[in-house]
């Protein structure tokens, strides 16, 4: 493949064959030309005369004919019509304004559906509805036919989510660059209570939400060597000879604004073989051998990574960061900025935030674009890219802090691995100079790692390049400080700040809720949507008899519309009238699913024992929702453990009625939103100094419902917000976990003193859960009871104690009405708005257009 990058002329498109060309063919002078096209009539006549139309000449049926699919696909197209003028119209005012754009540059998106929020940012719902029951259609039935692109692993890909939806809500010029994986985070099933994986086809039946734009694709190389030469005007120079390419085509995705005319874009990259690539196979007459060099390519965008936190080292992963990274820096170059533009002002334009170290890797490729591509001195080169680029760190868990080893950078991308190499002597030098002679320092703080293998640590060189760098809760940004990267805080003390999460109102309460959201209004008028503090305005309707009354009515409604989607979608029967209690996330032993489950088996087994009358509980329903990383056995032995528990207790006579255990399988955003609604009880209850922020947390409180919660990520600061007596705190906190740590931890001396932790384990130990098998569970016990670093057992009485005040609490259930209106009114907060306002404001220096 060494000589495929000589082949001139890349374009995707043949000229000679007559195929279409790249480009306008001319300079387009109608007076049209720039106008955007026409809305459709906000009416329901229009909207219907729309649908049809679009039902008729996209799908090519007549309504009469058409699957639940062409009617989605129609709808869809419909809906996105309204939004088409105004997106047209974001990307010409922006142009025009040179506004400074923001460059988000994320791995994953973990979007949800896009309808109903379509449908909310155009005000269309109700005209939609009316519209299509003339139709003889059901606009809730549509909307579920709509499989979610599940483009993300979790908390990560959905924050990227939350962050574009409040710029464009924001009026804030953003351009979210990420990877259109044709396969997305896998369908969860189970069998025998196992997880078994299957491939996301989101595809499979057409998105109506992505407009490709093959022509302009842009080659993306790997491989080869590099050579110095010397320039014509006598500087000595460095030239990257690849070896092999591949070609990435842009989709894009629109992000509507809420109800502010602005459709900003998400642009995902797709990989193709260049013509080159099978050309030059096809010409050696190996028909064969160019397809599976297509298939080679193609590779790249084929799959997301399912591991999240724990990232594996895969070539096709840095293969796929390299990827959409070197093509957003070239979209945006290229294209987005006019024509001879300087680029020593690229600050100024646009400033790219870096989503975990995933695309750190555009670092180095902004120094080559500059340098070898831009003829740009290396100072001149630095001085742009250090302007460029902010780091948010997501993580204090050593392993999931990239490293890649120099072996494999060097040989998939030799030229970067010589920029890194260089940013890092200049920077070992600036350590050196602040810290003269202190030898041990810079071997700790260099950007090359030298143990297990020679590597680079992406942590170290996002912090070195960026402007910024923020830890995504208060606690976590401490911790980062503190504890991850303590050099480079003494080194650079103002670089660091904090940035807590946010999620999006729009999807997460109206979208979610609406009968809450109805609720809210009606107390406090409209526009808290886009100004949530505003929630602070229901404070005095916590003492409201007849609010408390509707509060309560909206909660039971959501939990019969849960009930009815899990009976559908699961055949899971949830019972009325329980205390539901949800925890919902990836599955991680940081997170600690597994003490939530040592509660579920303590209250049976103390029933089972007689040492407590079934009577005695609060009846409860427990729901969790999962999925692991494919590779991650004790994760997956977990996930087995939940569902057999879950057999055994929900068919026990002795506590029937009493505890049951809900497991529906395939947690995703769709999910979330039915589920979060529903809830009593939010479970948050990581070891603390683990969770990085958390925001299932902020989704679940802004819902109403109660934390029971350790002092970890934004928990700490949901309880702040809401008041001791609204939120259950238990547990250790994070300088006890350090001094434990550092003491020893020894789980076994818990199980021995604590009678009925003892009993707890002993009866999984027994094969009570396993069908008699004793040690279908050993990795999951014996890692409880050995080594396991979260600490689980330390916190299990604290744990069980406070499950107890919970109990109490829901007893009265006037006060518990009271506090779940209090977590609504005081946790506005957290809104992705004002995790946009802080970001704008301390690290893009940029404010929304005017
Ligand atoms: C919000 C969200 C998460 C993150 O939840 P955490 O509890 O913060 O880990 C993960 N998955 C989905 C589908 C979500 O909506």
């Known amino acids: ?63 009469s004919r058409s699957s639940a699919n062409d009617q989605y696909l129609a709808l869809a197209s419909t809906v996105r019509n309204y939004l088409m003028a105004r997106w047209l119209e974001t990307s010409r005012r922006t142009r025009e304004a040179k506004a400074k754009t923001i460059g988000y540059l994320s791995a994953e998106y973990l979007l949800g559906r896009q309808l109903g929020n379509a ?31 599940g483009l993300g692993n979790g908390g990560l890909g959905r924050l990227a989510a939350c962050f574009i939806d409040s710029l464009a809500t924001m009026d804030v010029p953003c351009i979210g660059y990420g990877i259109r994986y044709e396969y997305g985070i896998f ?33 993306v190389d790997f491989g080869g060597h590099t050579e110095r030469y010397v320039d014509a005007d006598g500087e000595e120079r460095t030239r990257w000879v690849p070896s092999w390419n591949v070609l ?27 013509k080159a690539f099978d050309l030059q196979i096809f010409n050696a007459g190996d028909y064969a051998q160019a397809v599976r060099a297509q298939t080679f390519a193609e590779n790249i965008s084929k799959v997301l990574y399912p591991e999240d936190s724990t990232p594996q080292g895969k070539e096709l992963r840095l293969q796929q960061q390299y990827f959409f990274v070197a093509c957003s820096l070239r979209d945006f170059i290229d294209n987005e900025l006019e024509e001879g533009f300087d680029l020593h002002n690229l600050a100024d334009r646009i400033t790219y935030q870096l989503n975990d170290t995933h695309p750190v890797i555009a670092v180095p490729e902004l120094m080559r674009l500059l340098i070898d591509v831009r003829g740009f001195s290396w100072d001149e080169a630095w001085e742009v890219t250090s302007k460029c680029f902010n780091y948010t760190c997501h993580t204090l ?40 002679g202190d030898g041990l320092r810079t ?86 949507l886009t100004n949530l503090e505003r929630l602070k305005e229901l404070e005095p309707y916590a003492d409201d008899p007849e609010f408390k009354a509707s509060f309560a009515a909206v909660k039971a409604s959501n939990k019969q519309r849960l009930t009815a989607l899990l009976k559908t979608r699961d055949d899971i029967d949830l019972p009325d009238g329980h205390l539901l209690d949800v925890m919902v996330k990836r599955l991680h032993e940081y997170k600690r699913q597994s003490l939530k489950l040592l509660h579920i088996v303590s209250l049976y087994e103390q029933v089972l024992s007689g040492k407590l009358p079934a009577s005695a509980l609060t009846p409860r329903t427990v729901v969790f929702g999962a999925k692991a990383a494919p590779g991650y056995r004790m994760a997956k032995d977990t996930i087995h453990l939940i569902n057999k528990v879950a057999m055994k207790v929900n068919s026990a006579p002795e506590v029937e009625g009493r ?18 609604p ?91 859960f396993s069908d008699g098998d004793p040690h279908a569970f050993d990795s999951v016990v014996f890692n409880l009871l050995h080594q396991d670093r979260f600490m689980a057992l330390a916190d299990f009485q604290s744990y069980v104690d406070t499950q107890a005040l919970v109990e109490q609490r829901y007893a009265d259930q006037d006060a518990w009405t009271r506090s779940a209106i209090l977590n609504v009114a005081r946790t506005g907060y957290f809104s992705s708005d004002r995790s946009m306002r802080d970001y704008l404001q301390r690290i893009w220096h940029t404010s929304p257009m005017l």
Request: with cysteine.
């Open 1 to 63: 493949m060494q000589e495929l990058n000589q082949i001139p002329g890349n374009d995707p498109i043949d000229e000679v064959s007559g195929h279409r060309t790249l480009g306008p063919t001319s300079t387009p002078t109608h007076p049209l030309a720039t106008a955007p096209v026409g809305m459709p009539a906000h009416s329901v006549d229009g909207f219907v005369r729309e649908f049809l139309h679009e039902l008729n000449t996209n799908q090519g049926v007549a309504l």
């Open 248 to 274: 990435g085509v842009p989709y894009n995705y629109m992000v509507p604004g809420y109800l502010n005319g602005r459709v900003n874009t998400l642009r995902l990259w797709s990989a193709q073989a260049t």
């Open 119 to 149: 449908l909310l940012a155009t005000d269309l719902n109700e005209i939609a509805e009316k519209g299509l029951a003339l139709c003889g259609l059901d606009l809730v039935t549509l909307r579920n036919q709509e499989v979610e692109p």
């Open 187 to 219: 369908r969860q099933t189970f069998v025998d209570g196992r997880q078994v994986e299957e491939t996301d086809t989101w595809l499979a039946l057409g998105s109506p939400w992505e407009f490709p734009h093959p022509e302009a694709s842009v080659q």
């Open 443 to 528: 071997r700790r703080m260099s950007i090359i790692s030298e143990y297990p293998e020679r590597g680079v640590r992406m942590a170290y060189l996002a912090t070195v390049a960026a402007g910024k760098v923020n830890g995504v809760a208060a606690l976590h940004s401490q911790l980062l400080r503190d504890k991850v990267l303590p050099d480079f805080s003494e080194l650079w003390p103002d670089k660091f700040t904090n940035v807590t999460n946010g999620v999006t109102p729009r999807r997460f309460v109206k979208l979610a809720n609406p009968k809450l959201s109805d609720l809210i209004t009606d107390a406090i008028g409209p526009g808290w």
């Open 678 to 768: 529903a809830a009593d009880l939010s479970e948050q209850i990581s070891l603390a100094g683990m969770e990085a922020s958390g925001t299932g947390n902020m989704k679940f409180a802004l819902n109403g419902a109660l934390t029971i919660g350790t002092d970890d990520g934004a928990n700490v600061e949901i309880r702040q917000l809401v008041g001791d007596k609204h939120f259950f705190l238990f547990g250790m906190d994070e300088p006890a976990v350090t001094e434990l740590g550092a003491k020893g931890y020894h789980p076994g001396a818990y199980y021995e003193s604590n009678p009925q932790l003892r009993a707890t384990l002993d009866l999984i130990l027994s094969g009570h």
């Open 659 to 676: 505890l049951k255990v809900a497991f529906p399988a395939n947690y995703n955003v769709t999910l979330a939103e039915k589920l979060i």
């Open 397 to 436: 868990l050593p392993e999931a802090l990239e490293v890649w080893s120099t072996e494999l950078l060097g040989r998939l991308l030799p030229r970067h691995l010589e920029i890194v190499y260089r940013i890092n002597d200049q920077f070992l030098a600036e350590v050196d100079k602040t810290f003269p």
